[in-house]
């Protein structure tokens, strides 16, 4: 279980997401990645494998929920 206040590193076959330093890595190299789509990959990280909506992805990465913009 990780530290009160610490965000954990998800690796999966030689990739890494760091939510805490905000890095995308590539065995240990750093990707591009720019800030939505970091938020957006870093709520379907931490989804453990379950389905994110829509709806889901616009509160969570969208200033203001996603409203007004549709």
């Known amino acids: 279980m990780p530290e009160q206040g610490r965000r954990p590193v998800y690796e999966s076959e030689g990739w890494e997401v760091d939510l805490a330093a905000r890095e995308l890595r590539a065995r240990g190299v750093p990707v591009p990645l720019g800030s939505r ?10 989804s453990a494998g379950e389905l994110v909506t829509k709806d889901e992805l616009m509160v969570s990465c969208v200033p203001g ?4 913009g549709e």
């Open 37 to 46: 789509a970091f938020e957006i990959f870093a709520v379907l990280v931490q």
């Open 65 to 68: 929920g996603g409203r007004g």
